[in-house]
């Protein structure tokens, strides 16, 4: 019997076989230092927490509305205003969705045609390709070096460009390698989108975590809406990798259909996390607590540049990251493959980390480090990598 080819293009993930070394290792009883888990250290705040229990205890354990109860659709257009400056309709434009990943399912599966080009960044979250494969999607890789910070120079997504190109997908800050393009570059790349008919997916599930100037909202710009899908979510900001709650924002046709992918694949989010997404989204002291946990990255983030100014390494190469909560560490003097660098890493330093090349082609030879962990593993995690890194 035949199964579905298109897996057949997909390969399995190399972080796949590290994560499950770390476990067994852990297992084991071997003190690992976890840098490898794009998930924050911080707990979820207990205010939300309370109000998610209050809301089962109130009977919320049903069924609810698959585009999501209005008040969180309301939180989500009100955070979408306040901090990028764009307006939807909370009733038309705005989708409740089981976290970030499945607001991009709902994107592309809405906008998606076999066999369209979908203009994807190398490196970027692996999930990003993978899901336009598996909707049957033609994925072209758009460079985006270190040497130009890790962005795309502007000739590649011209010269990617063909009669089938119908999706650009951004990541906004990126995952791995906290990224993300000035406002003119956006600027330029909507007027691309929309010269030649194009979608833009933006995933902006990192777009509060950033540490100098904030990042342009793909959408806030005159006219951008019609051709932009916002994906977001509720894990990375709030601690909430757990709780599966996200939302998809654009143009009220892309959201229709969407709506009917999200009823035919989850039928709603379960009501009692909508409730507690909605709390979160709009409580003042919320927002406060979820701006100490950024400055805890910002804190680690400097820590990382302090050690590596310290030690003066000549064999791993630390670029600051603008965004996010990693660091895509540059390992190519060593001239070793990136699943190499981390398997030994994790046997001979105990620390572990994902290699660049889970993330594309242009990823070999790094290898990314979570700040998502105590102060005291990203310093003695990144102490050994670089001691590890000195012997070889
Ligand atoms: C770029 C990016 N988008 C989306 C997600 C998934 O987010 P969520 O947990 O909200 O599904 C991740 C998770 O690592 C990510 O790195």
Not at 77 to 88: F, H, I, N, P, W
Not at 206 to 221: D, I, K, M, V
Not at 236 to 250: E, F, P, Q
């Amino acid at each position: 019997m035949n199964l579905n080819q298109q897996f057949e293009l997909i390969r399995q993930s190399s972080t796949v076989a590290i994560f499950d070394r770390i476990s067994a290792m852990k297992v084991g009883g071997q003190k690992i230092v976890g840098l490898h888990v794009g998930d924050p250290d911080f707990g979820t705040p207990q205010e939300i927490l309370d109000v998610a229990i209050k809301a089962m205890q109130d009977g919320l354990t049903h069924y609810g509305p698959s585009r999501g109860f209005l008040d969180l659709r309301q939180a989500i257009a009100s955070k979408l205003m306040r901090d990028e400056g764009v307006t939807y309709d909370p009733h038309t434009e705005i989708l409740v969705t089981h976290g970030g990943i499945h607001g991009y399912y709902t994107a592309t599966q809405s906008i998606l045609n076999p066999g369209d080009d979908v203009l994807i960044p190398d490196p970027s979250w692996a999930t990003h390709s993978n899901m336009a494969i598996m909707l049957r999607g033609n994925v072209i890789r758009i460079p985006a070096p270190a040497e130009n910070g890790f962005i795309p120079y502007f000739e590649a997504w011209e010269k990617a460009l063909t009669p089938k190109t119908r999706v650009i997908v951004l990541t906004n800050p990126s995952n791995p390698t906290g990224a993300y393009p000035m406002r003119e570059y956006v600027q330029k790349l909507q007027d691309f989108a929309a010269k030649n008919n194009l979608w833009i997916v933006s995933d902006e599930v990192y777009g509060s975590l950033y540490y100098g100037e904030r990042p342009t909202c793909a959408a806030a710009f005159d006219g951008a809406k019609e051709r932009t899908l916002l994906v977001n979510s509720l894990s990375k900001s709030y601690a909430m990798t757990g709780w599966r709650v996200g939302y998809l924002a654009a143009s009220a046709r892309v959201i229709e259909n969407a709506l009917k992918a999200s009823q035919n694949s989850i039928t709603c989010v379960a009501p009692f996390i909508q409730k507690a997404a909605a709390f979160a989204l709009s409580d003042p002291a919320i927002q406060e607590v979820t701006a100490n946990m950024r400055a805890a990255y910002a804190r680690r983030r400097d820590l990382v540049l302090r050690l590596s100014h310290e030690l003066e390494s000549e064999k791993v190469l630390v670029t600051p990251p603008q965004g996010a909560f990693y660091f895509f560490l540059d390992f190519r003097p060593l001239k070793m493959a990136s699943t190499e660098i981390c398997e030994r890493i994790l046997e001979e330093a105990g620390v572990g980390l994902v290699p660049g090349s889970a993330f594309g082609e242009q990823g070999e030879g790094f290898v990314r480090m979570t700040i998502a962990a105590s102060d005291e593993d990203v310093e003695a995690g990144f102490r050994k990598i670089v001691e590890w890194a000195e012997k070889q």
